[in-house]
């Protein structure tokens, strides 16, 4: 399928401090968390995805896992010794074929189980479009919940790499948050994508996970090792500010908090918040902090027009319009098929969201 692995890109630049849950103000979650991190170890991202499926098959005899190249470890390494530990009945790969592997898997968690299918690359998750939002989002629906096929999680790699191209390098989650049925969730650190992929594959709802493959090697950070999940659906405030919001998703969160600390260079306050689960969204964590800063900024790779970042915009335009300082600002990709040699132009960089900042305060 082409580009076949990627290796380091970019030194890493990460937060720190990030609170573990959402829009939790419980000292104790807090505390348990810390208690939980002590007894980790540093993990990259692919490695917190590899450990969370091992402990999803681990403790659920019914858990499979498929997909192109899995059965020796996949392009990106995220499946490295599950078909060893849990044989090849339960880790196995597939042939190219992306509408096949999401009908076994809506077929395969329809009886009960709980399917873990890989596309590959999410730019080739396209094929398999009419069984994610035609079979599997109206599964439940379609028999008034006497079957369902929720059992389903679909991982794929999505995102930016720096030099995958037309074909390896798309946002595609837009598409997939038109479809009701179905839950979209990105992460944006090893720790993140523990909790929350265990979170998916034990959701009762068919379950679209994109990772962003961007951070695969370069985010590193303490992973606690025993079984976790994160809430679904739950934004989490990551740096609290008063003159602005910042919302974004997935490799952005970086991005967006090395702007908010250069901002804050020039006295702007910047609230930033990751979304973490796109559909269904979080509404209330992102109204109540613009209520607060009377200003929104919303950072995605994907093109800009019919973004995720439009329905975001629009929601808090019809709920915050009074209390709105300054338009809504949007700092995306560009309309045009994702560049090679031109990605820097195309990706929303640091001075990007820098300037869009600054225009928005000052407006």
Same mark, same amino acid.
């Given at each position: 399928?082409?580009?076949?692995?990627?290796?380091?890109?970019?030194?890493?630049?990460?937060?720190?401090?990030?609170?573990?849950?959402?829009?939790?103000?419980?000292?104790?979650?807090?505390?348990?968390?810390?208690?939980? #991190?002590?007894?980790?170890?540093?993990?990259?991202?692919?490695?917190?995805?590899?450990?969370?499926?091992?402990?999803?098959?681990?403790?659920?005899?019914?858990?499979?896992?498929?997909?192109?190249?899995?059965?020796?470890?996949?392009?990106?390494?995220?499946?490295?010794?599950?078909?060893?530990?849990?044989?090849?009945?339960?880790?196995?790969?597939?042939?190219?074929?992306?509408?096949?592997?999401?009908?076994?898997?809506?077929?395969?968690?329809?009886?009960?189980?709980?399917?873990?299918?890989?596309?590959?690359?999410?730019?080739?998750?396209?094929?398999?479009?009419?069984?994610?939002?035609?079979?599997?989002?109206?599964?439940?629906?379609?028999?008034?919940?006497?079957?369902?096929?929720?059992?389903?999680?679909?991982?794929?790699?999505?995102?930016?790499?720096?030099?995958?191209?037309?074909?390896?390098?798309?946002?595609?989650?837009?598409?997939?948050?038109?479809?009701?049925?179905?839950?979209?969730?990105?992460?944006?650190?090893?720790?993140?994508?523990?909790?929350?992929?265990?979170?998916?594959?034990?959701?009762?709802?068919?379950?679209?996970?994109?990772?962003?493959?961007?951070?695969?090697?370069?985010?590193?950070?303490?992973?606690?090792?025993?079984?976790?999940?994160?809430?679904?659906?739950?934004?989490? #405030?990551?740096?609290?500010?008063?003159? #602005?919001?910042?919302?974004?998703?997935?490799?952005?969160?970086?991005?967006?908090?090395?702007?908010?600390?250069?901002?804050?260079?020039?006295?702007?306050?910047?609230?930033?918040?990751?979304?973490?689960?796109?559909?269904?969204?979080?509404?209330?964590?992102?109204?109540?902090?613009?209520?607060?800063?009377?200003?929104?900024? #919303?950072?995605?790779?994907?093109?800009?027009?019919?973004?995720?970042?439009?329905?975001?915009?629009?929601?808090?335009?019809?709920?915050?319009?009074?209390?709105?300082?300054?338009?809504?600002?949007?700092?995306?990709?560009?309309?045009?098929?994702?560049?090679?040699?031109?990605?820097?132009?195309?990706?929303?960089?640091?001075?990007?969201?820098?300037?869009?900042?600054?225009?928005?305060?000052?407006?």
């Amino acid at each position: 399928m082409g580009l076949r692995r990627f290796g380091r890109l970019v030194k890493w630049v990460g937060g720190n401090g990030r609170r573990p849950f959402s829009t939790s103000s419980s000292s104790s979650c807090d505390e348990m968390m810390v208690q939980q #991190i002590a007894s980790g170890k540093s993990l990259n991202l692919y490695s917190a995805i590899n450990q969370a499926l091992h402990i999803a098959l681990e403790t659920d005899p019914r858990a499979y896992v498929f997909g192109e190249d899995v059965s020796f470890g996949g392009v990106f390494r995220c499946t490295t010794g599950l078909a060893d530990r849990f044989g090849k009945q339960r880790v196995f790969n597939t042939p190219l074929c992306e509408q096949g592997i999401v009908g076994f898997g809506i077929g395969l968690a329809a009886m009960g189980n709980r399917a873990v299918a890989e596309i590959q690359f999410a730019d080739y998750i396209f094929p398999a479009f009419d069984q994610i939002v035609n079979e599997a989002a109206k599964f439940r629906y379609r028999s008034g919940n006497q079957f369902n096929c929720g059992g389903l999680t679909i991982r794929s790699p999505y995102g930016a790499v720096g030099h995958g191209g037309h074909y390896h390098s798309q946002s595609p989650e837009a598409f997939f948050c038109h479809a009701p049925g179905i839950k979209v969730v990105i992460p944006r650190s090893p720790r993140q994508a523990k909790g929350l992929l265990l979170s998916c594959i034990r959701d009762p709802n068919p379950v679209v996970f994109f990772e962003p493959k961007w951070l695969y090697r370069l985010s590193v950070e303490e992973v606690p090792e025993h079984d976790y999940m994160l809430p679904l659906s739950e934004a989490e #405030i990551i740096r609290e500010g008063n003159d #602005i919001t910042l919302v974004g998703w997935g490799a952005q969160l970086s991005i967006m908090e090395q702007a908010c600390k250069d901002a804050e260079k020039d006295g702007i306050s910047c609230e930033l918040i990751d979304l973490r689960t796109l559909l269904p969204w979080d509404k209330d964590t992102v109204e109540a902090s613009v209520r607060k800063t009377g200003r929104l900024l #919303i950072s995605h790779e994907a093109p800009v027009t019919g973004g995720f970042g439009a329905e975001i915009s629009a929601s808090i335009v019809e709920r915050c319009f009074l209390r709105l300082e300054a338009p809504v600002a949007r700092v995306c990709g560009l309309d045009t098929p994702f560049p090679l040699v031109f990605e820097p132009f195309y990706v929303p960089n640091k001075n990007k969201i820098l300037d869009a900042i600054k225009s928005t305060v000052n407006y």
